[in-house]
T-cell receptor, first 115, second 115 residues
Framework: AQSVTQLGSHVSVSEGALVLLRCNYS??????LFWYVQYPNQGLQLLLK??????LVKGINGFEAEFKKSETSFHLTKPSAHMSDAAEYFC?????????????FGTGTRLTIIP | EAGVTQFPSHSVIEKGQTVTLRCDPI?????LYWYRRVMGKEIKFLLHFVKESKQDESGMPNNRFLAERTGGTYSTLKVQPAELEDSGVYFC?????????????FGPGTRLLVL
């Protein structure tokens, strides 16, 4: 079975500062890793994902994440925070299991941007 | 192209009543997933359809929940009778193929409150 741990249910950063949202996973087989974002009153939107290949993955809105197998981590970063980044962020893992790729989510991190 | 849509956006019902949630996936997407987020907790998998067939319903909480997918198009999730602990946000997601790490596209969710 897979699991995801997101450290910090709430993170606050100043506008222009580095954003770092932490995600650690547990999986007995090679995982697929995802970051989703939920803006207020909207559904979940895919930010980026790792399946195979390059371990540094770039996503939308200037976000990126690096898959580190040795650390079982997939932390999300953005060099400079914008006010529009305020949202809730979810890390998720899935494995390929005979056509079923259900996602296992972390508990989410709510990001607040301080002007 | 229209995204995943869900209806209603909000529902408030009393304990013991019945509620039916509807999800319309992206046209042409064979895979349809239901997830639920209980307040303050992680988003959890409920079940997975491939076309009209249930592929995995291991996440369904109990037999008060019934999901259907008529003709492999839209899906409904019925809760009968509803209990207080059923309150939460119900998300639907769809994906096109069984490729590894296939992106799931989420709807905006239905916020269910059972009083």
């Amino acid at each position: 079975a897979q699991s995801v741990t997101q450290l910090g249910s709430h993170v606050s950063v100043s506008e222009g500062a580095l954003v770092l949202l932490r995600c650690n996973y547990s999986s007995s087989v090679p995982p697929y890793l995802f970051w989703y974002v939920q803006y207020p009153n909207q559904g979940l939107q895919l930010l980026l994902k790792y399946t195979t290949g390059a371990t540094l993955v770039k996503g939308i809105n200037g976000f990126e994440a690096e898959f580190k197998k040795s650390e079982t981590s997939f932390h999300l970063t953005k060099p400079s925070a914008h006010m529009s980044d305020a949202a809730e962020y979810f890390c998720a893992v899935s494995v390929h299991n005979f056509g079923n790729e259900k996602l296992t989510f972390g508990t989410g991190t709510r990001l607040t941007i301080i002007p | 192209e229209a995204g995943v849509t869900q209806f209603p956006s909000h529902s408030v019902i009393e304990k013991g009543q019945t509620v039916t949630l509807r999800c319309d996936p992206i046209s042409g997407h064979d895979n349809l997933y239901w997830y639920r987020r209980v307040m303050g907790k992680e988003i959890k998998f409920l079940l997975h359809f491939v076309k009209e067939s249930k592929q995995d319903e291991s996440g369904m909480p109990n037999n008060r929940f019934l999901a259907e997918r008529t003709g492999g198009t839209y899906s409904t999730l019925k809760v009968q009778p509803a209990e207080l602990e059923d309150s939460g946000v119900y998300f639907c997601a769809s994906s096109q193929e069984h490729r590894m790490g296939e992106t799931q596209y989420f709807g905006p969710g239905t916020r269910l409150l059972v009083l």
